[in-house]
């Protein structure tokens, strides 16, 4: 039996972790993938209070290993279900919690193009920082108007010879920060108002077609292509506990609270304003608080 079991090692649920553990809790940490989650994706990290720039790698690994200090453990287990007992359903075994927090986050968005996924590891990438290095001096373009999508933008052109930066829209979402050292950059050429329709090549990419809001045709040649439109949410595996609005998140209106009682929801799997580090760590501190404060209390 653990007082908490937490679903996702980002720095929601590593936050969470770190809550629970001072207060001397009973706890597991399952992870499907690496630890980190989506900040693993970001080079440098500038927005986070008194920290003036940290890679995403080492907050993340920073934060695992804090975790792992204090005697957590992360186990590296996809989990299936969760079943209205508090039973955690993974692919191995079965757990039983008295609470249980979810902070699996989101999944990157797909273009959902025909051959999007055959092209993965053959030229298509969604991860600038994991994957850029293999493009040095090389043409690459990058789909997306966020700030994911800029800063990789930025990135890219530090090291491939020119990068076409594809976005559906005139406006950028991302910050105005961005765009003005994005617009700096003389190897970066926008390709604005524009949506890629096709990705081609033999056995790696070799070009795409580009289609802008007039309809007109334009084939780029690029050797990699990032895609960075965005997260999901893939929390279709939890509606028999939890409530999702019309996108897929969780639905918390006051807080970490699901609508099953010892169940919550932290960082960017759940209905929230603003999806950040700031607040995906906020969230996991209130949840294992919140969490602490409410699970049920042993029998004499
Ligand atoms: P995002 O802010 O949701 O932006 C996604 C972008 O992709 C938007 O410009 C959107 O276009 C476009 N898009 C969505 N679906 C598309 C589709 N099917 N086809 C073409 N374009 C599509 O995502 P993000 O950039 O990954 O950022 C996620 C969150 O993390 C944000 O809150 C962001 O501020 C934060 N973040 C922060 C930092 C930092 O502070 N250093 C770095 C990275 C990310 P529209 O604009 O037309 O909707």
Known sequence: MYDIIIIGAGPAGLTSALYALRANKKILVFEAKSYGG???????????????AISGYDFATNL????????GEVVFETVLKITEDYKVITSKKEYQAKTIIIATGAENRKLNLENEQEFVGKGVSYCATCDGN??????????????TALE????????????????????????????????????????????IKTINGKDKLESIKVTNKDGQENTLKVDGLFIAIGQEPKNELFKNVVDLDEKGYII???GVHTKTPYIYAAGDVRQKQLRQLTTAVSDGSIAAVTAIKEMPKEEA
């Open 38 to 52: 989506q900040i693993l994706n970001a080079h440098m990290v500038e927005n986070y209070p008194a920290i003036e």
């Open 64 to 71: 695992y290993n804090q975790v792992k200090k204090l005697g």
């Open 134 to 147: 293999l493009f040095k001096d090389k043409v690459v373009a990058v789909n997306g108007g966020g700030n």
């Open 152 to 195: 990789d933008a930025l990135y890219l052109a530090n090291l491939a010879s020119k990068v076409y930066l594809i976005h559906r829209r005139q406006e950028f979402r991302g910050e105005a920060k961005y765009v003005k050292e994005v617009s700096k950059m003389a190897n970066i050429e926008l390709v604005l108002d524009s949506q």
């Open 252 to 254: 918390s209106n006051d």
